[in-house]
């Protein structure tokens, strides 16, 4: 069973360009959580979706961030009209249930780098 | 929510027990304890969870009292490859299902 997998593993773009990060759940798993992490800081949760709803985004930016979580197909984070401080390490976590005992699975992250 | 105050930093050395301390003064009834553990350039890992008293695991023990108000998180013979940062996290069911990471504990092993 293949773990959570994220692409790519870093993505350089220019400022005001879009950048579009992957994540697939592990097998079975219905919950995805997008988080970012500046460098030499904490991680932030930004969004949680299940297939096709959003359920909480109460840690995106209100501009230029979007994410989505298709019935098929991966969760993507969008991000519009890239600025350099956007740059920052993107992690996406996936678990197979909300409950009392919670694991989250994590991916090994996006490096996004704005230049 | 359940907010958690861990020590910034601590240092230690191969082969040596190491103990981190999580304060969680307002932790809900339904609320459970939950470790990670993040490498550098890393995702974080889950290490291990609990509810009340102890657990154990292949890689850890978790100490909680019968307050709850705390926990510890228990590393036996640390080597170098445990040098990462430790989160403890509190109140996972009852933040919606999402996860709150707060600043955690950076370790440092040293030989």
């Known amino acids: 069973n293949a773990g959570v997998m994220q692409n790519p593993r870093h993505l350089v773009r220019r400022r005001g360009q879009e950048a579009r990060l992957r994540c697939s759940p592990m097998k079975g798993h219905s919950h995805v959580y997008w988080y970012r992490q500046l460098p030499e800081e904490g991680l932030k949760f930004m969004v949680y979706l299940q297939k096709e709803n959003i359920i909480d985004e109460s840690g995106m930016p209100k501009e230029r961030f979007s994410a989505e979580f298709p019935k098929e197909g991966p969760s993507i984070l969008r991000i519009q009209q890239v600025v350099r401080g956007d740059s920052a390490a993107y992690f996406c976590a996936s678990s197979p249930s909300q409950g009392r005992s919670t694991e989250a699975f994590f991916g090994q992250g996006t490096r996004l780098t704005v230049v | 929510l359940a907010k958690t105050t861990q020590p910034i930093s601590m240092d230690s050395y191969e082969g040596q027990e190491v103990n981190i301390t999580c304060s969680h003064n307002n932790i809900a009834t339904n609320d459970y304890i939950t470790w990670y553990q993040q490498f550098p350039s890393q995702g974080p890992r889950f290490i291990i969870q609990g509810y009340k008293t102890k657990v154990t695991n292949e890689v850890a023990s978790l100490f909680i009292p019968a307050d709850r108000k705390s926990s510890t998180l228990s590393l036996p013979r640390v080597s170098l490859s445990d040098t990462a940062v430790y989160y403890c996290?509190?109140?996972?069911?009852?933040?919606?299902?999402?996860?709150?990471f707060g600043q955690g504990t950076e370790l440092s092993v040293k030989p």
């Open positions: 996290l509190v109140g996972v069911y009852n933040q919606g299902g999402k996860l709150i």
